[in-house]
């Protein structure tokens, strides 16, 4: 079964310095990958997936099969991206897994 | 931008009672999705809904659960006999389509906290 791992809970880092929150993925075939994100008090809300290839408020992140990771990056950390982030793999025909989550504060 | 809405957002129940959670999908989206999380746990799959009846659900989605769209637009989540590990928050989605890919999105709900005393 597909699985992702997020191996850090919290991550906190100074405004303006670069992110990079960790996804590992297992998965043998071609995975469908997206990152989630939850600020403060507010609902789940998709932030990117991989096949679009996007940047979404400054984050982008790459599938790298070699490695199974699909990292999510922002060059310079803004405090309002403070929020509990999520990665997440399809499995099956509907349903997504999600990883357990890593709490990112941005230090001012 | 529409939004699914969950109601309550906070429930109390004592061990035993049945629970019925409620969700009100965006209105031209046909797929209907429950998950939940357990505190400190991840978010997790319990079933997906499609043309009146369950396409998929996880180990977790016993006997104790059902799923029920009552009228057009409600989106119900009925726990019979609830039980002490029952308590979470519990998120409704609902998306176009079936598959979160390239063209659809899975919209959330706020969730529902349940607590079982």
């Known amino acids: 079964a597909q699985r992702v791992t997020q191996p850090e809970k919290l991550l906190s880092v100074f405004k303006g310095a670069p992110v990079e929150l960790k996804c590992n993925y297992s998965y043998s075939g071609s995975p469908e990958l997206f990152w989630y994100v939850q600020y403060s008090r507010q609902r789940l809300q998709l932030l990117l997936r991989h096949i679009s290839r996007e940047s979404i408020k400054g984050f982008t992140a790459d599938l790298n099969k070699g490695e199974t990771s699909f990292h999510l990056k922002k060059p310079f950390a803004q405090e309002e991206d403070s929020a509990m982030y999520y990665c997440?793999?399809?499995?099956?025909?509907?349903?997504?897994?999600f990883g357990q989550g890593t709490r990112l504060t941005i230090n001012p | 931008e529409p939004e699914v809405t969950q109601t309550p957002s906070h429930q109390v129940t004592q061990m035993g009672q049945e629970v019925i959670l409620r969700c009100v999908p965006i209105?031209?989206?046909?797929?209907f999705y429950w998950y939940r999380q357990i505190l400190g746990q991840k978010v997790e799959f319990l079933v997906s809904?499609?043309?009146?009846?369950?396409?998929?659900k996880s180990e977790i989605f016993d006997d104790q659960f059902s799923v029920e769209r009552p009228d057009g637009s409600n989106f119900t989540l009925k726990i019979r006999s609830t039980k002490l590990e029952d308590s979470a928050m519990y998120f409704c989605a609902s998306s176009e389509a079936g598959r979160p890919t390239t063209n659809e999105k899975l919209f959330f709900g706020s969730g529902t906290q349940l607590s079982v005393l």
């Open positions: 209105s031209n989206h046909l797929y």
């Open positions: 809904f499609y043309n009146n009846e369950i396409s998929e």
């Open positions: 997440a793999i399809i499995q099956g025909a509907q349903k997504l897994v």
